[in-house]
């Protein structure tokens, strides 16, 4: 059952530390599990992938099986239905337009006395994107990693998927040939993450690993990250539904639901200050869930992950969210821009009651692959910027050497490393 928990500045009730207790990231018997599932696939890459499909998946196949060809991935697009096919492209098109303008760009700077410095930014040589699909496939989220990476110059795009989940979903598939992908492997979970972050025999390795996962996928980015780059510590997805007195119990109880159903380990939270409305979202909660047909899903994350929070009003709600750092955050409010202003700590922000979660995942165009575990602390959704690296070109003259010796040998002398100060001073003149 969902609970009700009052809160207030300072109080830490067993709910929110519940919630503040992701922050450790997966346990240690799921690390354990991972490090065990990369050891295999470094030790024996395709007959672990192999081996780890049909002990974790339940499948049989060869490694002639992981590979998708292209002329294989358009038979599975076919299947899919005109409708929803113009639903993807729709969501593609709205994709390029929010991040077609984002490039990072470099710069030159002279600084007129013989110095030159410039930053030069590169699209990565290759990316890897992790697409869930064990219970449910997740073309939007193909889209939204494949179509920013490929705008920033990227030129192998490799996608992995669950075994299974591409004959699941043509929808998938036809995701994957939208946004230019067309080196795509079976091959899901921990596993998939350690084949892409050291190579096997039938997929190289790359140099960057994109998007959302569970648990184990997420604990495999953290003990590849080093190997391998990662756009973010994305895991079982997030939510934080803050809603004034004003909003209706049902819209706050589908939102709720909607994040609900992604998976048993999802967190999905509402924030009111009224206590009728947060007994009348409890109840509208299980009045939903009745005909869901993930309800067991749902009901499971509800139960462990989830929580309704009372509060005094509007600024204590916002300090909340700011302690909670979710993924996403709905201000199901009148007027969400004064709170939008303030909530520091979160992914993606949508704002006032005509805007759900949901838009984001299948219409706005943003992106839905956000940090996780509290790290909207410190880190940011994928954009383009996560598919390029800033290299620093410097160079001095002569005469800018000399205008700078001094004070650079004086400062290396500082810190104690006289082979700084000497590698300066052996150009030219000695002053002493």
Same mark, same amino acid.
């Given at each position: 059952?969902?609970?009700?928990?009052?809160?207030?500045?300072?109080?830490?009730?067993?709910?929110?530390?519940?919630?503040?207790?992701?922050?450790?990231g997966?346990?240690?018997?799921?690390?354990?599990?991972v490090?065990?599932?990369?050891?295999?696939?470094?030790?024996?890459?395709?007959?672990?992938?192999?081996?780890?499909?049909?002990?974790?998946?339940?499948?049989?196949?060869?490694?002639?099986?992981l590979?998708?060809?292209?002329?294989?991935?358009?038979?599975?697009?076919?299947?899919?239905?005109?409708?929803?096919?113009?639903?993807?492209?729709?969501?593609?098109?709205?994709?390029?337009?929010?991040?077609?303008?984002?490039?990072?760009?470099?710069?030159v700077?002279?600084?007129?006395?013989?110095?030159?410095?410039?930053?030069?930014?590169?699209?990565?040589?290759?990316?890897?994107?992790?697409?869930?699909?064990?219970?449910?496939?997740?073309?939007?989220?193909?889209?939204?990693?494949?179509?920013?990476?490929?705008?920033a110059?990227?030129?192998?795009?490799?996608?992995?998927?669950?075994?299974?989940?591409?004959e699941?979903?043509?929808?998938?598939?036809?995701?994957?040939?939208?946004?230019?992908?067309?080196?795509?492997?079976?091959?899901?979970?921990?596993?998939?993450?350690?084949?892409?972050a050291?190579?096997?025999?039938t997929?190289?390795?790359?140099?960057?690993?994109?998007?959302?996962g569970?648990?184990?996928?997420?604990?495999?980015?953290?003990?590849?990250?080093?190997?391998?780059?990662?756009?973010?510590?994305?895991?079982?997805?997030?939510?934080?539904?803050?809603?004034?007195?004003?909003?209706?119990?049902?819209?706050?109880?589908?939102?709720?639901?909607?994040?609900?159903?992604?998976?048993?380990?999802?967190?999905a939270?509402?924030?009111?200050?009224?206590?009728?409305?947060?007994?009348?979202?409890?109840?509208?909660?299980?009045l939903? @869930? %009745?005909?869901?047909?993930?309800r067991?899903t749902? =009901?499971?994350? &509800?139960?462990? *992950? /989830? #929580?309704?929070? $009372?509060?005094?009003?509007?600024?204590?709600?916002?300090?909340?969210?700011?302690?909670?750092?979710?993924?996403?955050?709905?201000?199901?409010?009148?007027?969400?821009?004064?709170?939008?202003?303030?909530?520091?700590?979160?992914?993606?922000?949508?704002?006032?009651r005509?805007?759900?979660?949901?838009?984001?995942?299948?219409?706005?165009g943003?992106?839905?692959?956000?940090?996780?575990?509290?790290?909207?602390?410190?880190?940011?959704?994928?954009?383009?910027?996560?598919?390029?690296?800033?290299?620093?070109?410097?160079?001095?003259?002569?005469?800018?050497?000399?205008?700078?010796r001094?004070?650079?040998?004086? @400062? %290396?002398?500082?810190?104690?490393?006289?082979?700084? =100060?000497?590698? &300066?001073?052996? *150009? /030219? #003149?000695?002053? $002493?």
């Amino acid at each position: 059952m969902l609970t009700i928990t009052p809160w207030h500045a300072g109080s830490e009730p067993a709910a929110l530390r519940r919630l503040l207790a992701r922050q450790d990231g997966p346990s240690p018997e799921v690390t354990r599990t991972v490090l065990n599932i990369i050891r295999r696939v470094r030790e024996s890459g395709d007959v672990a992938l192999v081996e780890l499909a049909r002990e974790h998946d339940g499948v049989a196949q060869d490694h002639d099986d992981l590979r998708v060809s292209r002329d294989e991935l358009s038979e599975l697009a076919a299947g899919l239905d005109p409708k929803t096919l113009t639903a993807l492209e729709e969501l593609a098109d709205a994709i390029r337009r929010f991040h077609q303008d984002a490039p990072p760009s470099g710069r030159v700077l002279d600084d007129g006395s013989g110095g030159r410095l410039e930053l030069k930014v590169r699209p990565l040589d290759s990316v890897g994107i992790y697409v869930p699909g064990a219970s449910a496939a997740h073309p939007a989220s193909a889209l939204m990693c494949a179509i920013p990476a490929s705008i920033a110059g990227v030129e192998r795009l490799v996608a992995v998927s669950p075994p299974g989940a591409l004959e699941r979903s043509p929808a998938l598939a036809a995701a994957l040939q939208i946004a230019g992908v067309d080196e795509v492997y079976r091959v899901g979970g921990a596993q998939a993450i350690a084949a892409l972050a050291f190579g096997t025999e039938t997929i190289p390795a790359v140099t960057k690993v994109v998007g959302p996962g569970n648990i184990y996928v997420a604990a495999a980015k953290r003990l590849c990250w080093g190997r391998v780059g990662i756009d973010s510590f994305t895991g079982p997805g997030e939510v934080v539904v803050v809603a004034d007195p004003e909003t209706s119990p049902r819209w706050i109880a589908a939102d709720l639901i909607s994040q609900a159903e992604h998976d048993e380990l999802v967190s999905a939270v509402a924030i009111v200050w009224d206590p009728e409305q947060a007994q009348a979202v409890v109840e509208e909660v299980q009045l939903q @869930l %009745a005909d869901l047909p993930r309800r067991a899903t749902a =009901a499971a994350a &509800l139960r462990d *992950r /989830g #929580a309704v929070f $009372t509060v005094l009003g509007p600024d204590a709600a916002c300090r909340l969210v700011d302690i909670i750092a979710p993924q996403m955050v709905e201000l199901l409010l009148e007027n969400p821009a004064p709170m939008a202003a303030r909530i520091r700590n979160a992914g993606t922000l949508f704002l006032g009651r005509y805007t759900p979660q949901a838009v984001g995942d299948y219409a706005a165009g943003t992106n839905h692959v956000q940090p996780t575990f509290a790290t909207a602390r410190f880190s940011s959704g994928l954009s383009v910027a996560d598919f390029v690296k800033r290299t620093q070109l410097v160079q001095f003259s002569a005469a800018r050497l000399e205008a700078a010796r001094g004070s650079a040998a004086t @400062l %290396a002398r500082e810190e104690g490393l006289e082979g700084h =100060a000497r590698s &300066l001073e052996v *150009r /030219g #003149a000695i002053d $002493t």
